[in-house]
């Protein structure tokens, strides 16, 4: 994929924020400092189109950014993240819940999960539950370059007899570029099934 423009679009806390629907969208959904604003900058060849925060829970809103004109990442708050307060959790669920649920656009998610850990109970929740939805899926091991090539397909193996999944899992390295063109090509491939390719038209 070549990345002729990529900008943010807009942040969203209610449905009525969101974007004209029309545009293929895939949505990255992680536990919180898994790494999606660097994988999605990684993806995008940006520094910091998508701020990365050593603070987890930064991400309090759906970011939308829009990708040559033709197509949306869409960047949904960090879950699982004890020091956000159980009021602004549930705000969270809600704003995710209603989006993943309802929005038309949405061609598939992207299910990041840390390779260097077993999943937790929250992620074998939220990976169910988005296998609930029958939308596309793809589990991302993020942070791939922290452990060596034989340990990184044991945690493959294990992260899949967990969330006991049949979509892929694809190990990537936000830091070292490492697994990117497996995962554009899953977005590639979801592009030219919905009609819209990488450029604008």
Do not use: C
């Amino acid at each position: 994929m070549i990345v002729r423009s990529a900008a943010f679009e807009l942040g969203a806390v209610r449905r009525e924020q969101w974007p004209p629907g029309g545009l293929p969208e895939f949505a990255f959904v992680g536990r919180s400092n898994v790494g999606k604003s660097s994988l999605l900058n990684s993806l995008l060849g940006r520094r910091s189109l998508a701020r990365v925060s050593a603070t987890p829970g930064k991400t309090q809103q759906i970011n939308f950014f829009l990708i040559n004109g033709s197509f949306r990442f869409v960047d949904l708050p960090g879950y699982g993240y004890a020091a956000v307060s159980k009021r602004d959790r549930a705000r969270f669920v809600r704003m995710m819940e209603a989006y993943l649920r309802e929005r038309d656009a949405l061609r598939r998610v992207l299910h990041l999960i840390d390779i260097r850990h077993p999943p937790t109970a929250t992620d074998v929740e939220v990976h169910r539950f988005l296998q609930s939805l029958g939308l596309p899926l793809a589990v991302v091991a993020t942070k791939a370059d922290k452990v060596s090539r034989s340990e990184a397909q044991r945690s493959v193996q294990r992260i899949r007899s967990s969330l006991q999944t049949a979509w892929p899992v694809l190990s990537v390295s936000a830091e070292k570029n490492q697994g990117l063109e497996a995962l554009w090509a899953v977005i590639e491939a979801d592009l030219a099934a919905a009609g819209a390719g990488g450029s604008p038209s």
